[in-house]
Nanobody
Framework: VQLQASGGGVVQAGGSLRLSCAAS????????AAWFRQAPGKEREFVGG????????DFADSVKGRFTMSRDNPKNTINLQMNSLKPEDTAVYYC????????????????WGQGTQVTVSS
């Protein structure tokens, strides 16, 4: 499976961005998906996860209420809508998938996208 993340960019604080992750090589129907982020000098951290069917989501406290996730299984895409962005959201964002159910541990994920940079200016 190959994952291609896109949608990053530079935005002012309070703005919005929508990240997308497109999968190829396999359908995503049986894969839970997640977004992680990594800021310079920091460890990769869990941002949010979505179940295989898209009916359940889980978010880190730092983004809860501001970020949402969705997926379109027929189109093999996973989306992260980021609203009310803050400078501390600045990081490289990665999409990842694993079979069946979400975990918050990055080491649990088998497949990763290449990352897309999000920069939030104050």
């Amino acid at each position: 499976v190959q994952l291609q993340a896109s949608g990053g960019g530079v935005v002012q604080a309070g703005g919005s961005l929508r990240l997308s992750c497109a999968a190829s090589g396999r359908t995503l129907n049986n894969y839970a998906a997640a977004w992680f982020r990594q800021a310079p000098g920091k460890e990769r951290e869990f941002v949010g996860g979505i179940s295989t069917s898209g009916d359940k989501t889980d978010f880190a406290d730092s983004v809860k209420g501001r970020f949402t996730m969705s997926r379109d299984n027929p189109k093999n895409t996973i989306n992260l809508q980021m609203n009310s962005l803050k400078p501390e959201d600045t990081a490289v964002y990665y999409c990842a998938i694993r079979l069946f159910y979400n975990l918050r541990s990055a080491s649990s994920y088998n497949y990763w996208g290449q990352g897309t940079q999000v920069t939030v200016s104050s």
